[in-house]
């Protein structure tokens, strides 16, 4: 199933309530458009979704996504090369270059069939320029690490280089400020998968529209990923936030982080070959006297779901730049 989004679905802005939003059921029955609106120029946003095609069709179906370049950083990371692999896939233009970790630069490595070269923190500034100079077009992607985020945001906005950061943690409100100074077209989200996107944004929506509907309620958050992920999941942060929003009361500290592969296949029941790319959240509501609860879950097995939804995000900020939108900024 493919969700191609006219505008992604990652364009929830974070800092602007929502003030309407509708949905319509068009000719084919699996096309819906989306559009929510706020009384100012800069925080409407729409979601058109395609659910019936497979996602690499409809990507190939942007005429003008043919060659678009693009920087994948890091090559070397899991979701870098799912990433590149999804580019080609959609018949973008891999640039040879990418960002790594020190110890990797001069290296070429091979992704979906092509060399890349890996170039350290030292010479970001002038690979970056020397590549911007050769691909004007250029579209960087970012999944690196949570330390990186902020240096890197930096870096693109100074290079002046759209750039869609799948990066989670870092200083997220000096990320937004970074962005917003520079007025670089930028798609921030830590979760590129369109179809959970979806879901945070109905949460939103939902706080929004029912702020304190879940006081007094308790929350359970349980958020599994292999065991390398480095941080608290960013999805689950920003889906807390809802709930927050929503009344009830819950410290990131209790959030049940599982990293251990014998507890994610006994317990949680993940495929043994994803154990190490998955990503399974489950968020537990009960009201005060114990006789209502929610419960509302996610589980992802594997990186494709990100992949194609970060490439999609290329695509688009491509289109926002050459028709100069005036909105920017598109985050979750
Ligand atoms: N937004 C989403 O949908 C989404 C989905 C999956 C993962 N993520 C996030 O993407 C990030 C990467 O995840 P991953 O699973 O690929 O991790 P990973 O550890 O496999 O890859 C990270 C890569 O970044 C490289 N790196 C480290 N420091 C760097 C630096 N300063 N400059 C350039 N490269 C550097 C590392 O060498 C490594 O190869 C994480 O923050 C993760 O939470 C987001
Ligand atoms: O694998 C990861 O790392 C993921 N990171 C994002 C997060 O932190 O929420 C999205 C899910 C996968």
Do not use: W
Request: glycine share 8%.
């Amino acid at each position: 199933m493919a969700f191609i989004l006219e505008v992604p679905a990652n364009l929830l802005l974070r800092q602007h309530s929502l003030v309407s939003f509708s949905i319509s059921r068009r000719s084919s029955p699996h096309n819906y458009t989306c559009v929510s609106r706020k009384q100012s120029n800069f925080t409407h946003f729409s979601i058109s979704a395609t659910l019936n095609s497979p996602s690499i069709q409809s990507h190939m179906d942007h005429a003008h996504a043919v060659a678009l370049p693009i920087m994948v950083n890091s090559c070397m990371g899991k979701m870098g090369q799912a990433v590149v692999e999804a580019g080609i896939s959609a018949g973008l233009h891999i640039i040879p270059a990418s960002f790594g970790i020190e110890k990797d630069a001069g290296k070429t490595v091979k992704v979906g069939g092509k060399d890349i070269q890996v170039h350290g923190p030292s010479d970001r500034e002038t690979v970056l320029a020397s590549v911007l100079e050769e691909y004007r077009n250029l579209i960087v992607v970012d999944f690196t690490v949570p330390n990186a985020v902020n240096d890197n945001a930096e870096l693109y906005c100074k290079a002046g280089v759209p750039f869609v950061m799948g990066t989670t943690g870092g200083d997220r409100d000096r990320l937004y400020k970074t962005v917003e100074d520079a007025g670089i077209y930028a798609v921030i989200s830590p979760q590129m998968g369109k179809q959970v996107v979806a879901f945070l944004a109905a949460m939103e929506i939902m706080a929004g529209q029912f702020p304190g509907a879940f006081s007094g309620y308790t929350l359970e958050v349980l958020e599994s990923h292999q065991a390398t992920k480095l941080d608290i999941s960013g999805t689950a942060k920003a889906v807390i936030s809802c709930f927050q929003k929503l009344g009830v009361s819950f410290d990131l500290d209790h959030i049940q982080l599982i990293r251990d592969p014998k507890q994610q296949i006994e317990t949680l029941g993940v495929p043994e070959e994803h154990i190490n790319g998955h990503a399974f959240h489950t968020y537990r509501l009960k009201s005060p006297d114990g006789t209502v609860s929610f419960e509302f879950q996610h589980n992802v097995c594997g990186r494709s779901i990100y992949a194609e939804g970060a490439i999609d995000a290329a695509l688009f900020l491509s289109k926002k730049v050459s028709s100069q939108k005036q909105t920017r900024r598109y985050m979750i």
